[in-house]
Every structure is written in C-alpha cells, then in structure tokens.
C-alpha cells in the first residue's frame, strides 16, 4: 500500500522544478564522489526527502557487488537508509512518522534502472515522513556524515510554506535549517 500518493509526489516534484532549476537531464547531472544532493519539500502533512549520490559515497565502490564483503556493506547500506528515521530527525515540533521509503540503484539490483554515466552507479532514494504538524518543522538532524564516512558535503534545495532556498552543509555539521534566511 502507497500512502504516498503518486500524484502529491508529482505536485511535489512539479513544484521543485518550477522553484529551483535542476538537471534537464540524466546526463547533465552531477556525478561527484563525497557530494549528495536532497530535494525536500514541507507540503501539507508531509515532509519528503528525494536523495541523489553516488553510490561510493556509501560502499566505497560504484558497481554490483561481487565479493561477500561488498555484499554485506551493499545490504548494510540498504538496511540503513530504509531506516531513514535514523538519518533524518525532523524537528519533532512537526511530529513525524517514516511512510514510504523507495530506494534506486542499478548496481544493487534497486528499482528501475535510470540512464546514467558509464561506469558510475548512484544510489538514490525517496523518503516521505507523515507529519501531523508539518509545516512547524525548522530543522532537520542528519545523521548522514556519521553514518558514512565518505561523504562530504550534502546540497539541499528546500521547498516549504514558508519560501524556497538552498542549504549546503559540510562535515561534521548536522543541523540543516528549513526556516528561510541564514
């Protein structure tokens, strides 16, 4: 059962688009190992996270897994950002809950396969949180630069009620602010 609808998430989107330019295409998009990138929108009663990265930022390599160890570190990964509440702590004025969680990577074998560069995999997920206060929410605490270590730096487009702006947060900050301004 979805309890994101597909057609919020394309309001959602739709809206990002309009707000904040993005890569027209697969092919202008940034590949850059330590980066990550999130869109997140406050809508309504939800707060959703859209995340691009590559996926060494997570395993330390951008291809299928061969070897047992590079299995364990893919499926570790994988348990990990499914557990996305772990990594994304929302302001708990907004009183959150993890809903939907879906997860793409051609190299581990994750949704559909979208065009990409040869030779370099990504990793990106979808993360939507029912709130029952959405709006209220200020900040978000990631957990993300502590749980991997590759990572650098994270960029955010942010859309809220209140205005759209970007972030960008560099190791070891943790607090990302969804109020406009500094």
Not at 106 to 129: I, Q, R, T
Not at 136 to 146: Q, S, V
């Amino acid at each position: 059962m979805n309890l994101f609808p597909r057609a919020f998430r394309a309001l959602v989107c739709t809206g990002l688009v309009a707000a904040m330019p993005l890569a027209a295409s697969a092919q202008a998009r940034a590949h850059v190992h330590g980066q990550m990138k999130l869109d997140i929108a406050v809508e309504g009663p939800t707060v959703v996270i859209e995340m691009e990265s590559p996926l060494d930022n997570f395993v330390g390599f951008e291809h299928a897994p061969a070897t047992e160890a590079e299995k364990k570190a893919a499926g570790d990964v994988v348990a990990q950002l499914r557990a996305a509440d772990q990594l994304f702590k929302i302001d708990p004025a907004a009183n959150c809950k993890l809903g939907p969680v879906h997860l793409r990577s051609a190299a581990l074998g994750l949704g559909k396969a979208e065009p990409g560069s040869e030779g370099h995999a990504d990793l990106d997920g979808s993360f939507a949180f029912n709130c029952t206060q959405a709006p209220e929410a200020k900040f978000i605490e990631l957990g993300l630069f502590g749980a991997f270590k590759a990572l650098r730096q994270i960029d955010a487009q942010i859309v809220t009620p209140a205005g759209q702006f970007k972030r960008s947060l560099k190791r070891p900050a943790t607090r990302l602010s969804l109020v406009g301004g500094k």
